[in-house]
């Protein structure tokens, strides 16, 4: 199948709010291959939010006005799961409609909800290969959801791979899992979700000046304020914690917000600050400015006992230790890097006592500072796994068309 395209991303978000797709897609242009990625325009984001592409195209399409507001009205009703499949669906068929018109030799559908339009693209020849991305393991990441939608999502997707010829995902463990549940499924490669190395970083870990070791210790959270994220956690061990010269720092937005806005004031936590939310580039710039970030998930499903944060990556590149839930999947890269302490998921008084080991020995937060930068610059930035993606694409004998590149590139 030749088309305008190499390769043509399917993803159902903003596409700038999502660092795995748009370091995908950089690399491959870089490698290059002429690239479209196809998403969604988010409800919200934040002001001035651009991505940095240069080599890769990008088109977002749009709910109609009616199915955004009852999307809306059907929040927390029965009806949702309905409305949210209607959206889905609509939001599949408009990337068919984009991407018929131009064709790719790969389709590569990142998560289950963009599956769908790939395998009917692949029915009428619009591709040679599709390519799953896996980056959750999405029929298991609700715990609200029933067990009858599950089913049918699992079913749904068992179905969708066999048209399927590579899949990625984003750690050892939901490969794993994938391979359980699904034993006819394709090859299928872990590709980490690492943060770009930046050149601020110092290969031998040294803070930078506006690290400081003095009081107050300063942590971070940031990211979506979502069930299972176990901000209630962070905000109880704060409570605990009152009597320390420790400063809590939330930076984002979402769902929980104004329940955590209430905590907050009714039990009078003065040194429990909420920042507005960033861009997304300028998430590991501004995390320098603290000295522990939180990854505080709590295992109440199995996707988020496999659970691999993004945040992890963006405080270690920042420079900050890390206090983590005990998760199979950071419990290994902390076996690796010794990035900071790991806590009793769940619990508030495992989380304080972790954070006041930090705040009275400041000589161990520095090491782990230090360990947490060594690793990123030695093991874990993007730079040291992207080659998997294109030695993927290679194995398709899908070789970037670079005439073509530059043709998408230009236009």
């Known amino acids: 199948m030749n088309g305008r395209y190499d390769a043509i991303m399917l993803v159902a978000n903003g596409i700038i709010h999502d660092p795995r797709v748009t370091k995908e897609a950089t690399s491959l242009a870089s490698a290059g291959y002429s690239v479209l ?19 890769w195209q990008m088109a977002l399409t749009q709910s109609p006005p009616w199915l955004s ?56 020849r619009r591709c040679a290969h599709v390519v799953y991305d896996s980056h959750e393991l999405w029929v298991e990441q609700n715990p609200a959801w029933p067990d009858w939608f599950k089913k049918i999502q699992g079913q749904l997707e068992r179905l969708l791979l066999r048209s399927v010829s590579s899949v990625i995902t984003v750690n050892e463990g939901i490969r794993k899992e ?31 000046p506006e690290k400081t070791t003095g009081n107050p210790l300063r942590v971070l959270y940031h990211g979506g304020y979502l069930p299972g994220r176990g901000l209630e956690v962070v905000l109880e061990a704060a409570e605990r914690l009152r009597g320390m010269e420790i400063d809590f720092y939330f930076r984002g937005y979402g769902p929980l917000e104004q329940s955590m806005k209430a905590f907050i004031e009714r039990n009078a936590l003065p040194r429990v600050h909420m920042l507005p939310a960033i861009k997304m580039k300028e998430l590991v710039r501004e995390a320098r400015h603290f000295d522990v970030g939180i990854v505080p998930y709590l295992p109440n499903c199995r996707n988020s006992e496999l659970a691999l944060p993004n945040k992890l990556f963006e405080y270690m590149a920042a420079g900050l230790a890390v206090v983590s839930s005990d998760l199979p999947e950071i419990r290994r890269i902390h076996s690796q890097a010794a990035f900071g302490l790991l806590y009793r998921a769940g619990s508030p008084d495992s989380l304080a006592e972790a954070l006041k080991s930090l705040c009275e020995d400041r000589g161990q937060l520095i090491s782990m500072r230090a360990n947490a930068v060594e690793w990123i610059y030695h093991q874990g930035n993007w730079g040291k796994v992207s080659h998997r993606l294109i030695e993927i694409y290679d194995r398709l004998g899908c070789s970037p068309t670079r005439e073509k590149a530059k043709e998408a590139k230009h236009e």
């Open 37 to 55: 990625v196809i998403g969604i325009q988010p409800e919200r984001a934040v002001n001035g939010e651009t991505t940095d592409r240069k080599e």
């Open 69 to 124: 507001a009852w999307l809306a009205r059907s929040r927390g009703k029965k009806i949702e799961l309905l409305v949210k499949g209607v959206h889905v669906l609509f939001a599949n068929f408009r990337m068919i409609q984009i991407a018929a018109r131009n064709g790719a030799r790969v389709l590569h559908a990142h998560d289950l909800n963009t599956l769908p339009a790939a395998w009917v693209l692949k029915q009428f």
């Open 178 to 208: 994938l391979r359980r549940r699904y034993p006819h499924l394709p090859e299928c490669h872990v590709l980490e979700n690492y943060v770009p190395l930046e050149r601020e970083v110092r290969p031998t870990g040294t803070p930078g």
